[in-house]
């Protein structure tokens, strides 16, 4: 991470108090902020996994009541997150994370519970197939809210947004463009942008197999939900979730 290796950060996340009650500023070492922000965009993207996962269930028009609730989706964020990172969420003094770092975490697994809660009604709507809750749904909804609350910037951003909420900003645009010259693996990019001091940080997203259904080819067909597919193959770059985080320098 450029511009801060001799420094000592004091994180301050605006509106948090809402969130962590007494929380108010934490003094952190430049890797603590920067782990803050990977282990943000991991839980994120975790999340999404779980939803891709579950997603011949949630789009089966033969059944009703589909049994992925809240708490399913819950334990089975925890269990992916624990083997991605090997952090439990259920007992994260194992990991030796700080309390603001715990807390933050916590509140995006509420956050992204909250978003299945409230698309119960169309997860479990029978007689319809494609439902239009996928990852990519799941996440935008996920990071609007985390970020309204926490002050966090949490996206997910690509080249090729279908939603021009994703489109990337200048420093977002030039990682991804860098990205795309780099292999597949997954790397993450941070800096701490002068001028306002905030520390950015990208992780990649890449293609699966199962994206291909509606990110495939042949480019230019309609998919499923009615966009054109981007003629992606499996390993190419789909985008990254950017975390902008604001800090103060102390001496």
């Known amino acids: 991470m450029k511009c801060v290796a001799q420094k000592i950060l004091m994180l301050t996340v605006a509106g948090i108090l809402g969130i962590m009650g007494s929380y108010a500023e934490a003094e952190v070492t430049p890797y603590q902020a920067e782990e803050t922000a990977r282990l943000i ?11 891709d996962r579950n997603q011949s269930l949630i ?12 708490e399913v989706f819950e334990r089975q964020v925890i269990n992916e997150f624990r083997t991605r990172t090997g952090v439990d969420l259920t007992h994260p003094a194992s990991a030796h994370l700080p309390p603001e770092m715990t807390n933050l975490l916590r509140a995006l697994l509420d956050a992204s519970k909250e978003v299945v809660a409230e698309a119960q009604p169309v997860i479990n709507q029978q007689g319809v197939g494609y439902k239009n809750f996928i990852p990519a749904t799941f996440g935008s909804r996920v990071a609007g809210r985390f970020s309204t609350q926490s002050g966090i910037q949490l996206k997910q ?14 420093y977002e645009e030039a990682v991804l463009r860098r990205l795309l010259t780099q292999p597949s693996q997954s790397v993450t990019i941070s800096d701490v942008e002068t001028g306002n001091n905030t520390l950015r940080v990208l992780t990649p997203i890449y293609y699966t197999r199962d994206c291909l259904t509606c990110h495939g080819g042949p480019a230019g067909e309609l998919d499923i939900s009615g966009y054109r597919k981007e003629g992606a193959e499996e390993g190419d770059l789909a985008g990254a979730i950017s975390v902008s985080i604001p800090l103060d320098t102390v001496k």
């Open 41 to 51: 965009a991991a839980l994120l993207s975790t999340g999404r996994v779980v939803i």
């Open 59 to 70: 789009d089966d028009p033969n059944k009703g009541a589909k049994g992925f609730t809240p």
């Open 157 to 170: 951003t690509t080249l090729q947004p279908r939603n021009p909420k994703n489109a990337p900003d200048p």
